[in-house]
């Protein structure tokens, strides 16, 4: 059974796709004849348009296209960083910007291009509709870029002229430098460029700066300066992608504005509006602006141009929501910077605020959760409310609120007609996408339903399709989504990007971009879902989800109402994603059926309005807690309980972790989340068991001793598990005399099997959490171990055994647990063999948690010592969800097919988890049961349920909406490389462990070659001699080598068994953030920091060097490297290093003096140490456990360490990363 | 005869195919009719003597193959893998109903495990003693149809995961959807081989009795 169900998973879904980009050269005509085919369509449409309308109206026309151009921009962005750009390039745009400025080292080729850029598209201003054509241009230009750039930019000459040029900055955000000049020259030649904006930017004033100053003097240049300068930072900046987006935005907003005013002087009242909007609207404002121009237009003239231009409008302000909702999303996790860019995107937020321009350019999603909290939400609705309204009237913001719920009646035919015309038209839009430029063009159609989704957006109903269809044109015309851009794997010498990696932005339409969940809680490893299984096993990618549901997240919103909303066939919670039929009604956006809104619904807390239930809170994020009735309880809610087992062995006593423990308690005894009803009990045991008698009235801890370990017992059932508060003196006393009291212990037996027993016995009355400590294997009584590893096969080649559990009592003992709502955790502290596969049963199946420290000792460790302070410390009071269980629910046709993570799969797509903690991570394998031909969107629903700390009961609820697609191109273009790593390396261990690893290692390998050699087979013009991936998997092979020679995975090196296991448990239960970390690490140079491109964090400066690639040739002996594991911090220091940066970062004289063990940087008051320090501590406060840092000098034996996760070179055993390339490509070839 | 058709309401009494329980039912009014026929055709063949037939069936094991219609060890055989394979057609229909009503949520998976995992030794037990009671009998044909599916109970056996109970299904893994569709897939494909193997049966007891 188990086999052949391995062999399927990792053979057919862990295959990955293909690429087209086989030959960069065929690639670029390969790429142009499918994307150009849409494209040149796209132009025409608009270009047509334009060309009728008088040339004032045709102005407009272009400001509509302008916000094409916008996302077009994005979605250079994406291409040119494929990832990271999306997410953090909007929010950081902003005050990134000015950095890009000020480092344009950063993007190498880049400078030069940018500034022509930066000409370019002032020449667009010149001419009077400029900003409309060149924003349109832009768009255009982007997808020139894509596909054949210079046939495009002559196009657009024709309509735009210069605006085309504009378009040209687009296409420098692609990345290229040598088309970059093409563009520029063009662009050049049009425009007679203004003093560009660009130097003008400095790094924190940016917002405000660039906005008066483009408003002031000749707002249209300023503008397009802005523009292009962002364009170019925003393609290029692959090394800085965040800064651009904001600014991009509220360029786009500003641009817009000229515009208007410029070509309509007539509409003052509109321009007005256009101003409210951005001052009053959140986010959305940037959007409306744009907006507002459209419906400007409309209003002056009739016509058809009305249409399309509303339709732009839509998708303008769906890129500027898009773009927005980025960088809310991050700007609201501050808490957990994943990446530098998180934290730019506050500070945008803030300058933002500052000017109140720039307010608009504000993320919506921290708007709407402050508003939750604080009540700015108002703003948030109107302000999405507006967006959809502008076409009625220009009004302001809320005045278009009441428009759109007047409108809403003939709105709601709307959606079905909507939806279809979505879906088929879908697949033409191709052109889009990129994921930004893919916003665009979905954002057209999908607006409609959007609209239809909250209703309101009452708009052209009638209109609705022509607009949508000549959007669809225009956006059409949008270059080829960057992603799909083919690669030439073998001759891209630096695959990896400067920046960190983001996750692709699902092509959605703004409206749904913005409202869904973060990529941060949920993702998904194909954001455009493939029609059917078919399409989905030709694309050979596996398809499914990663699952962070219980991440720290500062801001929330937490909905306490008497009815929690939701469908009545399939339990799904209402969600932003579900469409109100009217206001009485709304279809469930899983199961489609249509329920009743109940009347407690149709008031709005937040706004004390009545009869608005699409402004609730839970349809206005994705993202919601709910207060959770005694509905939604078996029992009363449980205390917090818990219980830890410790070792006291004469091994653990010599190892001396008893003392770090007992210390961390005593520190945290206070800060362990829970109410008054908060429980403690502990246990010791060697060969016998010790129970602690805390009661109340004791003058002092009593200890029971249970030598009887074939039938354990409690001796006092009522005073093991004590209340904190009540005995917390007696807990202090036994805390501080545990660590000697069995300093003389001669026990060397462990008896952990019936210590577990005795625990589970403890604690099932109530449930809890067991932190077992173990230093060796158990020896003695039920669940004993015995040693299976043979050290000299650690380094073998062939076979890896063990990998699974020798006895199922670990597994059965867990089961027992988690029924009764326990988790145990583990903690391994051994220096031997202590058979980890078998003792992580105990966590694996009830939810725990599991810690590794190998040889820890407390004084000659001290590095590992720290680590288990440390990580005490998170332990200890980071949250915890009690008796919790999460569902995961899709849209019909969709299932699950398999989860992967620690908990106990109860039903098919119910997890019975006894503890919920903020670290842990889940996999989900999704299988396509039936076909999704009549549906145009997917979504999946997690909702945990758990029991809070205080004794709440609550459910978090993430909702995720995706697109279908299908064509196998728009499959390949929406990949999720780094959920795709991550959810094969979870395959790959249920492979190992299956089967055998090295079945894993070739499922992992064939996940290449089947990908990318349908890849191949999907673009025939491509070069067959050449490796050909599309940018979305172009690290794809990288990763899938960086897995391979993962201690997990990894063969011919000497890996110890237990290490190895750990290793594979990380994988199962990391969340992607950390997953990826561990495997493939980030190298950074730190001896030459500097502030470009910082971000400020806390009133701290954090450098943000650039990444780079894995491999000896970058580490220079005149440098030192900084590398980032997830885990384990390395400096590498080589002999040639500045004395002055071991003089002022390490604090020693010279190279030699550095001592061999040194695991801190020490806190001089210097420039370049404060640096360094600031920059380790922000990478170290992103994650959980709290990482090691180690101090390697060049000479010294642990540099191994270090080199062994330079994954791109050669080892002994394995291959380099080019090995690895022409090793698939001739596999691919066979 | 009697024990079969005792077994049939309960066979019935799963929901699990209508097609099955027809499929049953036409095979009992066969065998009622076959082993009608064998009765009266003995008296009718050899009405003078004491029919060998009984006394064999009586005896332990007669070898001797006497010319009269015998009831061999052979045709012993036969019936008694008729009956178990009844039997085993039961577990095969529970089996299918027990994995559907995991697919469809109704039950805990660690229920049930344990209500499914004691019956599968019994299952390969029954299945492997029929075929030591063929290989006795020299029924080398039926011996050779029963093969692969005695060789896959001993793979399957073999590789069960760890385990410190008998069985087969672990409930950390048999929510896997792989799995899970694979135990269904394994409970029909069983269930068609029982099926086909009690008529195969039906069909060599008569051809043993008839013909010896």
Known sequence: MSAPAGSSHPAASARIPPKFGGAAVSGAAAPAGPGAGPAPHQQNGPAQNQMQVPSGYGLHHQNYIAPSGHYSQGPGKMTSLPLDTQCGDYYSALYTVPTQNVTPNTVNQQPGAQQLYSRGPPAPHIVGSTLGSFQGAASSASHLHTSASQPYSSFVNHYNSPAMYSASSSVASQGFPSTCGHYAMSTVSNAAYPSVSYPSLPAGDTYGQMFTSQNAPTVRPVKDNSFSGQNTAISHPSPLPPPPSQQHHQQQSLSGYNTLTWSSPGLPSTQDNLIRNHTGSLAVANNNPTITDSLSCPVMQNVQPPKSSPVVSTVLSGSSGSSSTRTPLTANHPVEPVTSVTQPSELLQQKGVDSSSTTSSASPMPNSYDALEGGSYPDMLSSSASSPAPDPAPEPDPASAPAPASAAAPVIPQPSKVAKPFGYGYPTLQPGYQNATAPLISGVQPSNPVYSGFQQYPQYPGVNQLSSSIGGLSLQSSPQPESLRPVNLTQERNILPMTPVWAPVPNLNADLKKLNCSPDSFRCTLTNIPQTQALLNKAKLPLGLLLHPFRDLTQLPVITSNTIVRCRSCRTYINPFVSFIDQRRWKCNLCYRVNDVPEEFMYNPLTRSYGEPHKRPEVQNSTVEFIASSDYMLRPPQPAVYLFVLDVSHNAVEAGYLTILCQSLLENLDKLPGDSRTRIGFMTFDSTIHFYNLQEGLSQPQMLIVSDIDDVFLPTPDSLLVNLYESKELIKDLLNALPNMFTNTRETHSALGPALQAAFKLMSPTGGRVSVFQTQLPSLGAGLLQSREDPNQRSSTKVVQHLGPATDFYKKLALDCSGQQTAVDLFLLSSQYSDLASLACMSKYSAGCIYYYPSFHYTHNPSQAEKLQKDLKRYLTRKIGFEAVMRIRCTKGLSMHTFHGNFFVRSTDLLSLANINPDAGFAVQLSIEESLTDTSLVCFQTALLYTSSKGERRIRVHTLCLPVVSSLADVYAGVDVQAAICLLANMAVDRSVSSSLSDARDALVNAVVDSLSAYGSTVSNLQHSALMAPSSLKLFPLYVLALLKQKAFRTGTSTRLDDRVYAMCQIKSQPLVHLMKMIHPNLYRIDRLTDEGAVHVNDRVVPQPPLQKLSAEKLTREGAFLMDCGSVFYIWVGKGCDNNFIEDVLGYTNFASIPQKMTHLPELDTLSSERARSFITWLRDSRPLSPILHIVKDESPAKAEFFQHLIEDRTEAAFSYYEFLLHVQQQICK | ?212
């Open chain 2, 1 to 212: 005869m009697s024990v079969q058709r005792r077994l049939r309401p309960s066979e019935g009494a799963g929901a699990a195919g209508l097609v099955r329980r027809r499929a049953e039912r036409a095979g009992a009014a066969a065998v009622a009719v076959a082993v009608a026929a064998v009765a009266g055709g003995s008296e009718w063949f050899y009405p003078e003597g004491p029919a060998p037939p009984f006394s064999a069936g009586n005896g332990a094991a007669p070898r001797s193959s006497s010319p009269a219609m015998a009831f061999t060890f052979a045709a012993f055989c036969y019936m008694l893998a008729l009956l178990l394979t009844a039997a085993l057609i039961f577990f095969a229909i529970w089996h299918i109903i027990a994995f559907d009503e995991l697919k469809t949520d109704y039950k805990n998976p660690i229920d049930q495990c344990n209500t499914l995992n004691p019956l599968v030794l019994p299952e390969y037990l029954i299945h492997a003693f029929f075929c030591v009671m063929f290989l006795c009998a020299a029924e080398w044909l039926t011996l050779g149809l029963n093969m692969p599916l005695l060789a896959y109970h001993i793979w399957r056996y073999m590789s069960r995961p760890v385990m410190s109970g008998p069985g087969l299904y672990d409930p950390t893994t048999i929510m896997n959807a792989d799995i899970l569709a694979y135990c269904q897939k394994e409970g029909w494909c069983k269930l068609a081989f029982y099926l086909l193997a009690f008529f195969y049966y039906l069909y060599g007891m008569i051809y043993v009795l008839v013909s010896s």
